[in-house]
């Protein structure tokens, strides 16, 4: 069966700080992961990943996959009070099924 | 651009009713799924469908139903609503490729008591 764990579960910075985001995995036949912003709603989209080593870069975000240690990271740099939100991480192996972790709650305080 | 669609955006139902949620898309999209979201356990799959006539289990399929008899719709139902359903419900679609992006309805809040 699929699994995405994904750390920390919930992480309280300050404006300006730099965080990461970590989403590990184990699935079969891997052939993407995906990161969703997620704000009380729907989650939006933000990265999808397929190959080891290339940054995926999207203004102060940016996310890395690693297929060799089956992990990914996202990293926020100068935080905003608008980058509260939970973070999810979800891998899609060959049957079309995208498994999610619990996701990373993330408060940025003024 | 509607996107997903999905409606209700709230209902309360009573032990024991049924309902059906429903989902449109207007993209086009091969492959429909339906999510239930709790405190904590993240996005986890109920049913999903790779195209019209074709439907497959999830994570925690049991008391639900589904069909897809157009590419357009997935609706999802509740045959005998229980408390341990209350949840917030998502629908997704994307395209029938492997690598691309899903894109998620705006959720259904369902409380039964």
């Known amino acids: 069966e699929d699994k995405v764990v994904q750390s920390p579960l919930s992480l309280v910075v300050h404006e300006g700080d730099t965080v990461t985001l970590n989403c590990s995995y184990e699935v079969t036949n891997f052939r993407s992961l995906l990161w969703y912003k997620q704000e009380k709603k729907a989650p939006t989209f933000l990265f999808m990943l397929?190959?080891?080593?290339i940054e995926k870069k999207s203004g102060r975000l940016s996310s890395i996959l690693d297929k060799k240690e089956l992990f990914s990271i996202l990293n926020i740099t100068a935080t905003q009070t608008g980058d509260s939100a939970v973070y999810l991480c979800a891998v899609r192996g060959s049957n079309y099924k995208l498994t999610f972790g619990k996701g990373t709650l993330l408060t940025v305080n003024p | 651009n509607a996107g997903v669609t999905q409606t209700p955006k709230f209902q309360v139902l009573k032990t024991g009713q049924s309902m059906t949620l429903q989902c449109a898309q207007d993209m086009n999209h091969e492959y429909m799924s339906w999510y239930r979201q709790d405190p904590g356990m993240g996005l986890r799959l109920i049913h999903y469908s790779v195209g019209a006539g074709i439907t497959d289990q999830g994570e925690v399929p049991n008391g639900y139903n589904v069909s897809r008899s157009t590419t357009e719709d997935f609706p999802l139902r509740l045959l005998s609503a229980a408390p341990s359903q209350t949840s917030v419900y998502f629908c997704a679609s994307s395209e029938g490729r492997l690598n691309t992006e899903a894109f998620f309805g705006q959720g259904t809040r369902l409380t039964v008591v």
């Open positions: 397929t190959s080891s080593g």
